[in-house]
């Protein structure tokens, strides 16, 4: 199968995001249907759910989407666009990155970045200016070509739990 050029969403952002979650790229069912981590096998509904304590994977996608920004959640990829064959970020040649440093600098709120998965994470890495006062962390994959329990990495993806916890309450 020869490589086709594809491009990430619109980024999933409000200006009063505390946690800025960012992927790779979509695979290929997201990029089917339009929606982020649209495979049924990916974990990343539950894993979120799971840190903001509210039922994502069971909500239509509208509405888990509504939750993202009532949590004050952005989601986006690193990646503008790239070659692939497959699904697979091993897959992914010719990577344009986004500007991230220009999206951070209209963030005032921002108190989190995470990386789901290891590929997000070096390109990502690399795009980002100084930070003060933003908390980095790259978390486990929510793909299920990556084969750890879903604890093993729920426990890693619970940290998200800091950047939205309200000073003057908690979750």
């Known amino acids: 199968m020869p490589a086709v050029r594809h491009a990430s969403f619109t980024p999933l952002i409000a200006p009063d995001v505390r946690l800025l979650i960012l992927g790779s790229l ?3 069912r997201s990029l089917a249907e339009r929606r982020y981590y649209a495979h049924p096998t990916n974990q990343f509904w539950r894993l979120v759910g799971a840190a903001i304590g509210e039922p994502l994977a069971e909500l239509d996608y509208d509405a888990r989407l509504a939750m ?3 949590a004050k959640i952005g ?3 690193v990646i503008r666009t790239a070659e692939r064959r497959s699904s697979s970020d091993s897959d992914i040649r010719e990577a344009d ?3 991230l440093a220009a999206l951070i600098a ?4 921002l108190r989190m970045i995470a990386f789901n998965g290891g590929t997000a994470a070096a390109i990502g890495r690399r795009q980002l200016p100084p ?12 793909s299920a070509a990556n084969t750890r329990s ?6 890693q993806w619970w940290q998200l739990r800091q950047a ?4 003057s309450s908690s979750l």
């Open 26 to 28: 979509p695979g290929a």
């Open 68 to 70: 993202l920004r009532a």
């Open 75 to 77: 989601l986006w990829d």
């Open 97 to 99: 990155p986004h500007d």
């Open 106 to 109: 209209t963030l005032p709120d």
């Open 131 to 142: 930070l003060d006062g933003v908390t980095v962390v790259d978390l486990p994959s929510s």
């Open 150 to 155: 879903f604890s093993a990495k729920q426990e």
């Open 164 to 167: 939205l916890v309200d000073d």
